[in-house]
C-alpha cells in the first residue's frame, strides 16, 4: 500500500516538473522573439522643414469691364477680336443706334424747351413778354406823366376860377389811374412767377436734363468704348447678329491686375494669414507658375457643392496677361517655413489621448518619450521639445508587428 503511494507521488512530481520546463521554454522563446523585433528607425535631425496646403481657385481681374446690349437690335460692327489690347476710349463695337440717335434728338428739344421756361420764370417771363411789358410800363409812365401836368394846370385855372372843380377832380382821377396802373406793370415786371410757378418749372427741367442723360447713355452703350486700357478677352456675338437687350457684347479687362479667389475647407483656414505667399499653376500651361500673397482671410463659411469652405483672395504678383479671367487654377500656400526645425519622419510621431509622443531607441531597447510639436507637413514634424539632435527613434517594424514601450529592437538598415 504504502509502495503505491509512493509511486503516485513521483509520478505527479514528474508531470510538474514537465510543466514548469515547458513554460521556462515558452518564456525563452518569447523573450528571444522580443530581442530580435527588426525595425526601421531615424536620426533627429536639424533642417529647413515647409508647410503647404493646396486647393482650387478662380482666377478673376481687379479691373473689369462688360457690355451688354440696352435694347434688342443689330450689331453693326466690331472693331477688335479677342486676345487685342485696347486703348482707353477706343471703340470697340457699334449696335445699330438709329432709333437711339432720334431719341437723343426728342430729348434734346424737351431739354431746350424747358430750360427757357425755367429761364423764362426765373427772369418774369420770356423775351419777347418781357419787351412787352416794358412798353406797356413806358406808355403808362407817360400817361401818369400828363396826367400830372393835367392836374397842375387844371388847379391854377380852378384858383383863377377858369376851371370847374369836376374838371380838377377828373385830373386827379385820370393821375391816379396811372399810378395804379404803373404800380401794376412793376409788380408784373419784379414777380410775375411765385415759388409754385418756380419750383414747376425747375421740376420740368431736371426731368428733361435726365431724359437726355439717359437717352445719350443708350447711345453710348450701343457705341462700346474701353473705359480703361486693357485686353478684350471674350466677345460672344458677331456682326450682323440680333440681340436681346441685356445680352453681354464683350468684356474687357487689364490682365496686368489680377487675383485668384481660392475656396480652403474649413479645417485649414485657421492656418491661413494675410500675407502668406502662394504659388499658382495652370494645367493649361503647366511648366509655368505665378505668385502671389494671400490678401484677405474668410470671414464666414459657405457650402461649395459638398465642401464647406472659406473664400480666400490671393493678389498676383506677377500677372503677366497669361491668365485668363475665370480659369481654374491650383493654389499651394505655404503655413509654415522653419529654417532650422529639429525634425523626424512623420512616421515616428505617435498621439493618444491629444498627447504626443515618440520611440526612442537607446540601447536596442523603446523608449516612450513625450515631445512637443509644431509645424508639420507630410512627411516631417516638428519637435519643439522631448529630443536632442542626434537621437534615434524608430518608425516602425519590418515584420508587422507592434512596437512598445521596453522593447527590445533590431535595426534594419
Same mark, same amino acid.
Given at each position: 500500500?504504502?509502495?503505491? *503511494? ?9 508531470? &510538474? ?21 527588426? &525595425? ?5 535631425? *536639424? ?51 438709329? =432709333? ?81 396802373? &404803373? ?12 415759388? @409754385? ?33 486693357? @485686353? ?14 441685356? =445680352? ?32 499658382? *499653376? ?23 457643392? @459638398? *465642401? ?9 504678383? =506677377? ?95
Amino acid at each position: 500500500m504504502a509502495k503505491a *503511494r509512493t509511486t503516485t507521488n513521483r509520478t505527479k512530481w514528474i508531470w &510538474i516538473g514537465a510543466a514548469v520546463a515547458v513554460a521556462l521554454v515558452f518564456y525563452l522563446v518569447h523573450l528571444a522573439t522580443r530581442t530580435t523585433l527588426p &525595425i526601421r528607425a531615424a536620426e533627429v535631425v *536639424r533642417g529647413s522643414l515647409k508647410s503647404t496646403t493646396s486647393t482650387n481657385g478662380k482666377v478673376e481681374p481687379l479691373s473689369s469691364f462688360e457690355a451688354h446690349a440696352p435694347f434688342p437690335g443689330t450689331v453693326k460692327a466690331i472693331y477688335a477680336h479677342e486676345g487685342d489690347k485696347a486703348t482707353q476710349g477706343k471703340l470697340l463695337l457699334q449696335m445699330d443706334d438709329t =432709333d437711339a440717335l432720334s431719341k437723343v434728338a426728342a430729348a434734346i428739344a424737351a431739354l431746350r424747351g424747358a430750360q427757357a421756361s425755367y429761364d423764362a420764370t426765373m427772369k418774369g417771363g420770356t423775351p419777347e413778354e418781357r419787351l412787352s411789358l416794358s412798353g406797356d410800363l413806358t406808355k403808362t409812365e407817360m400817361d401818369r406823366d400828363q396826367a400830372q401836368h393835367d392836374v397842375a394846370a387844371l388847379e391854377k385855372l380852378q384858383a383863377q376860377g377858369a376851371a370847374s372843380p369836376a374838371e380838377v377832380a377828373a385830373a386827379k382821377g385820370r393821375l391816379a389811374a396811372a399810378n395804379n396802373s &404803373i404800380a401794376l406793370l412793376e409788380k408784373k415786371k419784379s414777380g410775375r412767377y411765385d415759388s @409754385t410757378d418756380i419750383a414747376h418749372a425747375k421740376a420740368a427741367l431736371e426731368d428733361a436734363q435726365a431724359g437726355y442723360a439717359a437717352a445719350q447713355q443708350v447711345v453710348n452703350q450701343a457705341n462700346v468704348k474701353a473705359p480703361f486700357a486693357g @485686353t478684350v478677352y471674350s466677345i460672344p456675338v458677331s456682326k450682323s447678329e440680333f440681340v436681346q437687350v441685356g =445680352d453681354k457684347l464683350l468684356a474687357l479687362a487689364d490682365l496686368t491686375k489680377m487675383r485668384v479667389r481660392a475656396y480652403f475647407d474649413e479645417p485649414e483656414i485657421g492656418k491661413i494669414r494675410e500675407g502668406m505667399p502662394i504659388v499658382i *499653376r495652370w494645367d493649361a500651361i503647366p511648366d509655368k507658375e505665378w505668385h502671389g500673397h494671400v490678401e484677405r482671410v474668410p470671414s464666414t463659411i459657405i457650402a461649395f457643392g @459638398t *465642401r464647406n469652405v472659406g473664400q480666400v483672395l490671393i493678389s498676383i504678383d =506677377d500677372a503677366d496677361g497669361k491668365l485668363l479671367p475665370n480659369t481654374n487654377v491650383t493654389v499651394t500656400v505655404t503655413t509654415a517655413d522653419v529654417a532650422d526645425a529639429l525634425n523626424v519622419p512623420r512616421d515616428a510621431l505617435h498621439t493618444e489621448q491629444g498627447k504626443s509622443y515618440v520611440y526612442r531607441v537607446v540601447n536596442e531597447k523603446l523608449h516612450r518619450t513625450p515631445v512637443t510639436v509644431n509645424a508639420l507637413n507630410l512627411t516631417q514634424v516638428e519637435i519643439v521639445s522631448g529630443l536632442h539632435e542626434g537621437d534615434t527613434v524608430a518608425l516602425g517594424t519590418t515584420n508587422g508587428q507592434p512596437i512598445s514601450d521596453g522593447a527590445p529592437v533590431k535595426i534594419e538598415r
